[in-house]
């Protein structure tokens, strides 16, 4: 059974930091694009970063030189260390699996999300 769970999220203030983490179980982690994805009240669900299977990674233009991902794939595990946070980052973080290599390709999973806000 594949299993996305995030952690990490919580309240900070602008201009903090944190660092959200998803352990995943149950799928061939090296074989998967990484990726958080974020969602804000009355909006769509947007790219945050992902990192291929290769380590190339992606980011949404508006975390952009605020955000790093990286990944370990020895402990399943893909982090998003965001910097320099402000009030519009305030969502639920979620983490997704996609497969890139045979023979996961195409295989989506998602995890349950981790709520980050950003408020004094």
């Known amino acids: 059974q594949v299993q996305l769970v995030e952690s990490g999220g919580g309240l900070v203030q602008p201009g903090g930091s944190l660092r959200l983490s998803c352990a995943a179980s149950?799928?061939?982690?090296?074989?998967?694009?990484m990726g958080w994805y974020r969602q804000a009240p009355g909006k769509q669900r947007e790219l945050v970063a992902s990192i291929t299977s290769g380590d190339g990674t992606n980011y949404g233009d508006s975390v952009k030189g605020r955000c790093t991902i990286s990944r370990d794939n020895a402990k399943k595990t893909v982090y998003l260390q965001m910097n320099s946070l402000l009030p519009e980052d305030t969502a639920v973080y979620y983490c997704?699996?996609?497969?890139?290599?045979?023979?996961?390709?195409?295989?989506?999973?998602w995890g349950q999300g981790t709520l980050v806000t950003v408020s004094s």
């Open positions: 997704n699996a996609h497969g890139d290599r045979w023979p996961v390709n195409d295989f989506d999973a």
């Open positions: 149950g799928l061939m982690f090296s074989h998967y694009t």
